[in-house]
């Protein structure tokens, strides 16, 4: 289960993807090669490598195929492969798919013994455990997946950092993740967005276990008649359309004063989000809002956890740049054994054609005296001393190779061959050789694929302070209270095209005020049971004029009959401020009362009494 759902620190693959790259580079779906059918290569990767389910297969090859979700994908599909809003791909037999171009450096020198391999399932076929890997796939590319106590987490790094660090790790093998973050910043989400806390950075880079921030990259656009916050980078994995569909709620239930309305504007050109707002609404109280109340700001939770000798293993940056590069250095030296051996073959091979050459009269005559080619095989190494492969090479030599330039070519080849396998030597030889050579290949790479950042990084994580009166448009609008205690607010263009004489009013009920005010003030009101309330304006519900309104025991503790016996109107907030009251009554009641009350910052319920 841990070998299923968590990858290799050495080339950063779970066994299903590994199986797919292998199954596309086997049959020759490469990147240069035309596209082919996705529901082939499905086919091929559950009846050679991984006996499991076509849709959990085909899943993974369109993951890897989705640029929003890898920073390099290994895939290059043709067809409906999903999108942003979580829309599913087409299915297989419509889509077509091959390996893409840095896929190719992922497998480059697999046919030189550079890896182990191991029988497949029906012990038919080999399959590899591991692939070369010529780039730390693990940190460039990222996985997530979930096993048996364990769940893993790694987000996407940008290749040039990851590169770089990867070649200073060569020269410097104890250096500390503060060095190693000259190069690789943080994270680098193919989403995009601002990423904040440097510090909390470190920690994930340095312990294999954080907390990054990440937020939106959304701009207020000012214009003559309205504003508008537009957003054009969201945080990775966030799903686009539950984002629109949640600000919109958002804007639908009056949670915040002064959007008119949500737009996902997004196309082939790239993603955007428009929310238009009110001339005169706080538009950036608004995008703090959202920031803490949507998915335009969220928490990514690093947990690398890889397997490292067959062990699940936490991760630091060091420590999945040391798995990847003693990967590589165990693939080089293994490459370079191979090519000396195929050179030592080859140049034994053209020592023996030269040598024959030089006595080419003697080999022919004893050929053609010869019975057939085990027989003349077998003489000439008889006669000569040529070993069996020489001997193979003299008997199938062509006649035009007898020609002098043939002569001069073959002891050209052998004077390089003798000076390739000096060099290949000298990298087993020599560490510092390797070295170089491992930081030759990166640099390749690293000029080959050029990828500038993506997300932007920001230091210090902002503080997002939300004052609830800053998201409320200062607007005019008629307020509404009745003897009976029924509240409501009114705008003033359908105040002004009603018939301000018939308000809404129960059998019975009066207006105990109404007046032209804005949503910033407040009203304070009494009651008959001589008990006080202050509310703001904006917390009214906004009706017609000829709706009812609410009534004010939905906000406040009311008691039966108890009416609305004035109301005064406050404006701006109330802040140091006291209100003393005092009421008379008959000789045969209590003394006069003198009750004092607050009214500072924000709405709350106030009781005043007396007899």
């Keep these: 289960m841990q070998e299923r759902a968590l990858p290799d620190a050495r080339d950063g693959l779970k066994p299903v993807q590994r199986r797919i790259l292998w199954a596309m580079e086997e049959d020759g779906n490469t990147y240069n090669k035309p596209y082919r059918k996705s529901a082939k290569t499905v086919g091929n990767v559950i009846g050679n490598y991984h006996p499991h389910g076509d849709t959990s297969v085909y899943d993974a090859i369109v993951r890897m195929s989705q640029d929003w979700k890898s920073a390099l994908p290994l895939i290059d599909m043709q067809g409906n492969n999903g999108s942003i809003d979580d829309d599913p791909a087409a299915a297989m037999r419509y889509t077509e798919a091959r390996l893409s171009k840095i896929a190719g450096y992922l497998m480059q020198d697999i046919d030189r013994e550079t890896v182990d391999w191991s029988p497949n399932f029906s012990d038919e076929k080999m399959e ?62 193919p989403t995009g967005g601002i990423i904040m806390g440097k510090d909390g950075i470190f920690q994930a880079l340095d312990t294999g276990r954080g907390k990054v921030v990440i ?22 994995e966030v799903v686009k359309i539950n984002l629109v569909k949640r600000i919109d709620e958002i804007r639908l239930n009056a949670k915040v004063s002064g959007m008119l309305d949500v737009r996902d504007e997004s196309d082939r ?71 000396l051996r195929k050179k030592n073959e080859r140049m034994h091979i053209v020592e023996g054609l030269i040598k024959a050459l030089s006595i080419l009269d ?23 001393g040529f070993s069996e492969a020489q001997a193979e090479a003299i008997v199938t030599m062509q006649l035009y190779r007898l020609s002098s330039t043939d002569v001069k070519d073959l002891k050209s080849e052998f004077s390089r061959l003798k000076k390739e396998i000096r060099d290949l030597e000298k990298i087993l030889k020599d560490p510092n050789a390797r070295k170089e050579l491992m930081k030759a290949e990166l640099h390749e790479l690293e000029e080959e694929f050029v ?37 409501k607010r009114v705008p003033l263009r359908s105040y002004a095209s009603s018939d301000q004489n018939n308000p809404a009013l129960k059998e019975g009920d009066h207006l105990e005020y109404v007046d032209q005010i804005s949503t910033l003030d407040s009203l304070l009101f009494f009651t008959s049971k001589g008990r006080m309330g202050l509310i703001p304006v904006y917390l009214l519900e906004e009706k017609k004029w000829k709706d009812l309104g609410v009534h004010y025991s939905s906000m406040y503790k009311t008691e039966v009959n108890e009416r609305i016996c004035a109301v005064y109107a406050i404006h701006g907030k109330p802040q140091n401020t006291d209100l003393i009251m005092i009421s008379k009554t008959d000789r045969s009641a209590a003394p006069i009362s003198i009750v004092r009350h607050s009214l500072q910052g924000k709405t709350r319920k106030h009781h005043g009494t007396w007899r």
């Design 451 to 487: 990828m500038p950042r993506r997300s932007q990084l920001v230091e210090e994580v902002e503080d997002i302070v939300i004052n609830e009166t800053d998201m409320i448009a200062d607007e005019q609008v008629v307020a509404m209270i009745s003897s009976q205690g029924y509240f």
């Design 215 to 236: 937020r939106s990259k959304a701009e207020i656009v000012e214009s003559k008649t309205i504003n508008q916050i537009v957003i054009t980078e969201i945080p990775y």
């Design 269 to 339: 050109k790239g993603l955007r989000i428009v929310i238009d707002l009110k001339k005169e609404a706080n538009a950036q109280a608004i995008l703090n809002y959202l920031y803490k109340n949507t998915d335009l700001q969220i928490n990514y939770h690093y947990n690398v956890i890889a397997i490292v000798n067959r062990t699940p293993k936490q991760l630091s940056l060091g420590d999945m740049l040391d798995a990847f590069l003693e990967h590589r250095e165990d693939v080089v030296i293994k490459r370079t054994r191979f090519d």
């Design 362 to 384: 003697e080999v022919i005559a004893t050929i053609r005296a010869s019975k057939g080619k085990a027989d003349s095989r077998a003489n000439i190494m008889n006669k000569f």
């Design 128 to 189: 590899p455990t591991v692939l070369p890997a010529r780039y730390p796939n693990l940190l460039i590319n990222g996985i997530t997946g979930i096993a048996a106590g364990y769940a893993t987490s790694i987000p996407p790094h940008n290749f040039d950092e990851v590169i770089q660090a990867s070649i200073y790790r060569i020269d410097h093998p104890d250096s500390t993740t503060k060095d190693l973050m000259q190069y690789v910043k943080g994270p680098d989400f």
